[in-house]
C-alpha cells in the first residue's frame, strides 16, 4: 500500500499546504490585512471566503487520495484475475504489468497537480486574488 492510498497522509500533507499558504500570507500583508481579505469584496462574503479555506484543503487531500487509491483498486482487481484460471494468469501478469507502469504515471500527473494547486493557493494568499 503506498504512502497516498491512506486518507491521513494526504489530508497531513494537505494541511501543511494550507499552513503554509495562511503563515506565508499573514507574512506578507500583516495580520489586520491578512483578516481584511476575508471581508472582500464585501464583508457579507465571509462565510463564503472561510468555506473555501475548509475546501480548498479538502480538495488537495481528496484529489491526491482518490486517484492514487483508484489505481491500488484496479490493480488489486486485475491481480484477482489471475486466481481465476490457470489460463487467465498470464494474462493478469500483462495486464497488471501494463497497469503498473500507467499507476507510475498518474502518480507523477497526481504529483504535478498538487504542485500546482498548492503553487496557485499560496500565489493568491501573497498576492491577492486580481494579481
Do not use: D
Amino acid at each position: 500500500m503506498g504512502e497516498t492510498e491512506n486518507y491521513g497522509e494526504t489530508f497531513t500533507l494537505s494541511l501543511f499546504i494550507t499552513i503554509i499558504f495562511h503563515v506565508e500570507g499573514v507574512r506578507k500583508k500583516g495580520v489586520s490585512g491578512y483578516l481584511k481579505g476575508f471581508l472582500e469584496p464585501y464583508p457579507a462574503m465571509l462565510p463564503k471566503n472561510l468555506l473555501e479555506e475548509v475546501t480548498n484543503l479538502a480538495s488537495l487531500a481528496l484529489r491526491l487520495f482518490g486517484n492514487i487509491y483508484s489505481g491500488a483498486v484496479v490493480t488489486s482487481l486485475i491481480l484477482q484475475l489471475a486466481h481465476l484460471s490457470i489460463f487467465t494468469g498470464p494474462i493478469a501478469f500483462v495486464h497488471n504489468m501494463v497497469w503498473v507502469a500507467f499507476s507510475v504515471f498518474i502518480g507523477f500527473i497526481q504529483a504535478y497537480v498538487f504542485i500546482i494547486l498548492s503553487s496557485s493557493h499560496i500565489g493568491k494568499k501573497v498576492n491577492g486574488e486580481g494579481e
